[in-house]
């Protein structure tokens, strides 16, 4: 099934899609990813792109290198020690938001692949899991 686009189709000014990894695991740090699209996107991210878990390892290192070859890429990490300082979830918006930070450009909205609005220096929509 191709990604939904309607959303940035539909908003004002300039989007980034924003997900975390490092929630689940019992150690390590939390790592976010922000990333905005080209205004073309590649056909193969109209086709492939998908949520990474259902994909095979061989076919996220390729959507990788296609992404990170089109597209803005920030990434965003919070330790351990910040975990352990303010919360799992706390320390996940501070992922996110050093991966917006890392765009190096200022974003009107953040899609958020969760259920809750971290707090960023743009209007934030949240797709709840």
Partial sequence: MPPDLSFEQAA???VCGIDEV?????????????????DTIPPILLTDLDDSKKLSARKRRALT????GCACVGIG??????IDRINILQ???L???????????KVDW????????P??????HCQGR
């Fill in 91 to 93: 320390a996940t918006f």
């Fill in 110 to 117: 953040a899609l958020v692949d969760g259920n809750q609005s």
């Fill in 77 to 82: 990490r919070a330790e351990v020690e910040d």
């Fill in 12 to 14: 004002t000014g300039l």
């Fill in 22 to 38: 490092g929630r689940g695991p019992l150690a390590g740090p939390v790592v976010a990813a922000a990333v905005i699209l080209p």
């Fill in 95 to 105: 992922a996110m938001r050093r991966a917006v930070d890392g765009l190096g450009r």
């Fill in 65 to 68: 290198e296609i992404i990170l």
């Fill in 119 to 124: 707090p960023l220096p743009c209007s934030v």
